[in-house]
């Protein structure tokens, strides 16, 4: 809790001069608390017991001794195990929720303006785009939320996979169903099934594999009717792609379509400025580069190929000219790549030689933001029933009609149109909720019964909370605005721990926004709304008697509100009023 720190540095500082410890060694030290048990904020000591010669637990118990009560209204300070521990006082805490309550940004501050692209989701055309896809669109959506809502210039890019040498034979096999059969074929989504056609043709049908080969040199040449079938691949997946984004409620647009057919004017330069930093070598006719510290099987420098014998350029070369490009001409300052762990040599890789090639410098930093796996209940990587890759919109409706019918169970009063858009509010949120709260680097296990339970770390219970607060509102019958002045008394614990979990919201945002791991930020929003359920259990708000009770417990129960609504925002999640 950062207002904590601050607000306890003084005292702390004084404590630690009498020891003879300077501010530059202690204050890094002095973070919010891992334990909640022990305190809101603490400092280990232990780092500190070379400088005095003494014990951790020793210098913990004079510091804490030291402070004394001079934290008075502040907050208590006690030391266990070689950490200074400070607990934040209830009457603390009230001042804290007084001073949020009219604060629209919740405590939430901007930082300095940084331009930064994220490049998410990046589906390949006429493929099925696959969980993977779904959980870098859901996480890299959240990042570019995050990120703007700290006060960032964020530009969006989709790097589709719309070029290269697969589109031979995904073109000829457009020709050989007829364009109109293949457009109605990609444009329901039925991507799967077309590129497996295409590569199972390719591989057993030599006329058609030379065909495909011809196809490639036609549209690496510019060839206008070539380019036209092409464009009729991308458009069509795209239409397919634009329906799951438009069902799952993320930012990107058409605006933010940056495949890599983009980058193919600045592909020569790539080869150029490598060879200027005489960073290229021949090898079998191909120009590669040696990024240095990567070895293969056999043990030899594992090259990067830049430009291949025939010509042809790779994936690598279209990220290097991405870079370029990213910096250059959108004058980036920080390059995030929301893509699967898989790719993490290729990023360690194409960063390394960017670095080497002086395409990117010191001011600039590139940040593969990896994901794990999702894998079924069972541990293996997701499937249809049928075995096949799971069609991204049929998992989406199914997460819809699921979600239907928990309402129906739930609330058989609400119907008709709010009955359909709240459970299509539910489905997805549930969707997104169980892949942001899984920290990203872990594997995420996809499994309906629990994302879509109104118990436990999920969307829908905090969405039922919030939908929970409503309603009293809705009783009270006033105007919310009117609470932004009351006066808070936290009594009760169940009080003062609803009281700290929403004073800490605003340092979570930072720390979340910092990591890019939006998955700290959905465990303090269940850390919010758990402590709500046991508030709203012990302390009755509209007949809590007295009036200035009720107006200090309304106003807990519109912060909670608050922060739940403005926290699943930054996460992409809606939230209903009622459910
Ligand atoms: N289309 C690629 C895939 O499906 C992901 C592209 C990620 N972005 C990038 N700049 N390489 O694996």
Redesign the pocket.
Known sequence: MRELIEDARPATAKAMSQIGIDEAEWAHLFRRATVEDHGDAALPCHALARTLNRSPYEIADEVSNLIGDSLEGIADVSSISGFVNFRAQPSWLSGRIESLMPDSRLGIGSEERRTYVV?YS???VAKEMHVG?LRSTVIGDAIVRMLEYKGHFVHREN???DWGTPFGMLIEHLLDLGEGEAAKDLGVGDLDSFYKQARAKFVSEVEFADRSRQRVVLLQGGDEETLRLWHILVEESMRYFNEVYSMLGVLLTDDDIMGESRYQALLPLVVERLGVAGMLEHSEGADVTYPGGWMNREGEPFPMIIRKADGGYN?STS?LA?IIDRVERLGCDSLL?V?GTP?KQHFQMVFQVAEQAGFMDERHSAVHVNFGSVLDTDGKVLKSREGEVIKLFDLLMEAVSRATAAIEEKNPDLQGEERERVARIIGIGAVKYADLSTERTKDYVFDWERMLSFDGDTAPYLQYAHARICSIFHKWGHDRESLSDSELECALPEECLLARRLVGFSSVVDESTHAYNPHRLCAHLHAIASAFASFYETCPVLSAGDESTVRSRLALCDLTARELELGLELLGIEVPQRM
Do not use: E, R, T
């Open positions: 490049d990046a589906p390949n896809h790097h589709v996979g994936y990220d991405c790549y893509v790719q």
